[in-house]
């Protein structure tokens, strides 16, 4: 056994022996994720997929990247490994770089590295196939109006369980396989400022709240996903491990992954990339498979924090349908605009004695904080539980995938609800759940009354909200300081956002990121403090062998 410090938050969350044991909860969880230890990373029971075919994934491009040589992908690495998004609009702008190019250089990067070598990776699910042909039509509505949004061509991944018209949405599952849907409320939005989908990004299967006892990042239909920065040694985190990685090691300009508590910010510093969980309702949920309607929200994975700022701009707008929805009123250029003009002057950041004790990258973090003038106020955490947490996610999943099946999935649809798709993984199990689906069965086993799920709600806001607002208070302070998803619980159930960028790796070469967590709709606040220290710290390399 290996002993690994950054390890998602389900993996706590999951440990328990039975979710129907409703009086022992409290007891399982806990939010300190650096004292567990995990199987080593090489004793995978499924590595590659058994469902992705290589020939028909790339029968749709082989004409059109048959002139597209190896040479042509080496003078094109300059203008786009590592550049960020505004770079690359100014090589499209100025002739170096086309939209198309951009797109093929992306699919050979994807073809030379992603499945079936010595240096797979597992992160993309399914491509596009009409992506070339929607970068061509790019180009030439380029030549005829002035860009209107810096997302305007770009080839973004989503994450499986988010529904696009292009390709199937499996979250990963063999259930969902043939699943054909319309766009999702916030692929539309994509849509309409000009971003292209590039593809689907492997996750770990229903979002990682369906086996209990299957390493992050593995999915049947995707297989097992693997960190670039450690092949087969390293977490990737979950559950949008796909997304991270891919982004980690250039498959795409960015990634949109979704987190109910820590499935954004886990990838993203496992695979040394920004990372935004917004505020819930401020993103859109329509069309994304879900496990809690209370807790569950899209957003966006990036290199940098200013293609974080434009993504979150791109995707943002009011969806009537989702119950939680926020109308923000804010414009386009919102998020990405006058980043260059923030200052740390007069910001109070709370950062955790604990975390300062145990982490030197914590602290060198702190200090490059302090040298932009930020105060860092020195605070203990509050002794607060969160109880019912995984009941709330397995009777929020009970009713909530049941209407998604309805509402968003194909009409011919082979599952209707949470026992549906355990009864269908029977029919095949060593395919369907090699690592079995404990926590699918201990959904199904749970239940309330409306007045004890309200209870649970009420209690875990209450307590989250109390983990930050004591210290704001008592400290004045503007936000918190954490490490990955360390804290990620918390800023869940209290509906806080938080942000993760690198801030350097172990002496084992694992990446590490500080996380900024703030108040409700402060996301503009977030990415100003992030890419402050982005732009001092410079902690990000690239993954040594995908360059």
Known sequence: MKSFLLIPIFILLFSCKNTEEKTEVKKEYSTDIRDVSTKDFREFKVLDSKYISKDSLWQPFNEALMNFSEASYNALKPLI???????????????????????????????????????????????????????????????????????????????????????????????????KTK???????????????????????????????CPSGYSAIGGQTLNPYGRRVMDTGGSSSGS????????????????????????????????????????????????????DTPGPMTKSVIDNAIMLDAMSGFDNKDPKAIDTKKGNGFYYNDMDSSKYEGKRFGAFKKLMEDDTLYVNALNVLKQQGAEIIEIDEEKIDLPGFIRLLNLDMKKDLPKYLKNYADKNAEVSSVNDVINFNKKDSLNSMPYGQRLFEGIASDSATNEEFDSIKMILKNNGKQFFNVP????????????????????????????????????????????????????????????????????????????
């Open 472 to 547: 704001i208070k008592a400290h004045k302070l503007d936000g918190f300081l954490s490490i990955n998803n360390y804290h990620a619980g918390f800023a869940a159930v209290a509906e806080y956002p938080a942000l993760t960028v690198p801030m350097g790796y172990t002496n084992k070469g694992v990446p590490k990121g500080l996380t900024f967590i703030t108040e409700p709709l402060c996301e503009k606040e977030l990415l100003k403090w992030a890419y402050i220290y982005e732009e001092a710290s410079g902690m990000r390399k690239a993954p040594m062998h995908y360059n």
């Open 244 to 295: 991270g990685v891919a982004v980690a090691a250039n498959f795409c300009v960015a990634a949109v992954g979704s987190e109910t508590s820590g499935s954004i910010l886990s990838p993203s510093s496992q695979n040394s990339i920004v990372g935004l969980k917004p505020t819930i309702g401020l993103l859109s949920r329509g069309g994304i498979v879900p496990i809690s309607s209370t807790l």
């Open 81 to 179: 490994l590592e550049q960020d998004i505004l770079t690359l609009q100014k090589s499209i702008n100025n002739g170096d770089l086309s939209y198309e190019k951009l797109v093929k250089f992306y699919l050979y990067r994807i073809k030379k590295f992603d499945r079936e070598n010595e240096w797979s990776l597992n992160s993309v699910i399914s491509l596009n196939p009409n992506i070339i042909e929607e970068a061509k039509q790019k180009d030439r509505e380029l030549l005829n109006r002035k860009l209107k949004h810096p997302i305007f061509g770009m080839p973004i991944l989503l994450k499986d369980n988010i529904n696009t018209s292009e390709m199937p949405t499996t979250a990963g599952a063999v259930a969902l396989k043939k699943n």
């Open 183 to 213: 766009d999702a409320f916030i692929v539309q939005r994509l849509k309409e400022n000009g971003a292209i989908i590039l593809g689907k990004s492997n996750l770990s299967e229903w979002a990682y709240f369906f086996c209990g006892d």
